[in-house]
């Protein structure tokens, strides 16, 4: 595994463009720590500062950093497809062969770079998130601190699953920009077929059924805090119930499209006549 992985980084690392899109996939979601200490003029009547509204309390920031910093997941997106694109453009993918690795372990080193790449991130928020959280939280007891890290858990499977994905579309299409394009059309489709099935039966048939969708699927792992932030704050203003937890389920569903995604790539390379 650990040959795969080294065969892997240093492809990435000779590449000027892929190290600069690594970096700033691994940045972007330190624009947290900037938002937690903005400070908004409210047209010159008072001072709003973001951090001490209560937004950064434990437990409620794990959710709340994890959601944002997978919204950022798609520079990363576009180093996956270069990878697969650069392979082949390069001629690198038909070289490796030659020089004996199989296609498994050729697939198997681009899938380890995954994973690699999203520990590393999701490390990286777990140490921004404590951070911004012992600074502002009103709670430290770790039971409290620690009570939604579980929310790190579905931030690393969603990127994994993601980035499978691209994986995949990299593999069946060989060029970066429509491999990045099928992720849009796939999106589209998905919107498509809810829209169908709920003509077709209801609105809450149709959403459960999206739910096994890859994208959506891949979304419902950490829905949008915004809604448990407003019923935390105002609790006697909204009879709203919304259900934000992780849930296991969800993962397994998200497991298996990523073990799915892997596979096809594999088999796509195996048939395919390089």
């Known amino acids: 595994m650990l040959r795969l992985?080294?065969?892997?980084?240093?492809?990435?690392?000779?590449?000027?463009?892929?190290?600069?899109?690594?970096?700033?996939?691994?940045?972007?979601?330190?624009?947290?720590?900037?938002?937690?200490?903005?400070?908004?003029?409210?047209?010159?009547?008072?001072?709003?500062?973001?951090?001490?509204?209560g937004v950064f309390n434990f437990p409620v920031i794990w959710h709340l950093t994890t959601f944002f910093a997978s919204q950022f997941k798609f520079f990363f997106a576009i180093v996956v497809v270069s990878m697969i694109g650069n392979e082949y453009s390069n001629k690198t993918i038909k070289q490796n062969l030659i020089d004996g690795l199989s296609k498994k372990e050729f697939i198997l080193s681009k899938f380890y770079a995954i994973v690699f790449f999203s520990l590393i991130s999701t490390l990286l928020i777990f140490i921004l998130t404590l951070s911004i959280g012992l600074y502002y939280s009103s709670y430290t007891e770790a039971s409290i601190v620690f009570r939604d890290v579980n929310f790190l858990v579905a931030y690393f499977v969603k990127l994994v699953s993601f980035f499978s994905l691209c994986l995949f579309f990299g593999m069946l299409i060989k060029r970066s920009a429509f491999a990045l394009a099928f992720l849009f059309i796939l999106y589209i489709f998905e919107w498509i077929l809810y829209g169908i099935f709920a003509w077709k039966f209801n609105s809450n048939t149709a959403e459960n059924i999206q739910g096994f969708f890859p994208l959506r699927s891949m979304y419902n792992l950490i829905n949008q805090p915004f809604q448990r932030i407003t019923m935390a704050k105002f609790p006697d203003k909204t009879n709203l119930v919304y259900d934000y937890g992780v849930h296991t389920g969800e993962i397994v569903i998200v497991l298996?499209?990523?073990?799915?995604?892997?596979?096809?790539?594999?088999r796509l390379l195996k048939n395919r006549d390089l």
């Open 5 to 53: 992985l080294n065969l892997e980084l240093q492809k990435l690392l000779l590449s000027r463009t892929s190290k600069i899109l690594i970096f700033v996939s691994f940045i972007l979601p330190f624009f947290i720590i900037l938002l937690s200490s903005l400070k908004i003029n409210v047209f010159g009547f008072f001072t709003l500062e973001l951090g001490e509204l």
């Open 256 to 266: 298996c499209w990523t073990a799915l995604f892997v596979f096809l790539s594999y």
